[in-house]
């Protein structure tokens, strides 16, 4: 997906309410950023999928996304 069709999904769920939904998409936004070289980006999408991924119950990805924050400093092991 690309940027811009990302930020207008996301939008689009925020409206709808879907939260279980963008967990995932900013999962992808924080990739994105990370492969691009933006770490504090990739860690703003990050922390906001984690977020998301613990109000939904998605526990094996809110782990994943705790990992990414404690190896780039933005959470406590």
């Known amino acids: 997906m690309t940027p811009e069709l990302l930020n207008k999904t996301i939008l689009e769920c925020h409206d709808r309410g879907d939260t279980d939904r ?3 998409l900013y999962r992808e ?3 994105i950023a990370e492969t691009n070289g933006h ?3 990739a860690c703003f ?4 999928a984690y977020v ?4 939904t119950g998605k ?3 809110a782990q994943q996304l705790r990992t990414k924050l ?4 933005r959470e406590e092991k």
């Open 45 to 48: 999408h990050y922390t906001t």
């Open 52 to 55: 998301f991924a613990l109000d």
């Open 70 to 73: 404690v190896r780039y400093g």
């Open 22 to 24: 963008l967990a995932e």
């Open 59 to 61: 526990r094996e990805l």
């Open 29 to 31: 936004a924080g990739v």
């Open 39 to 41: 770490v504090d980006e």
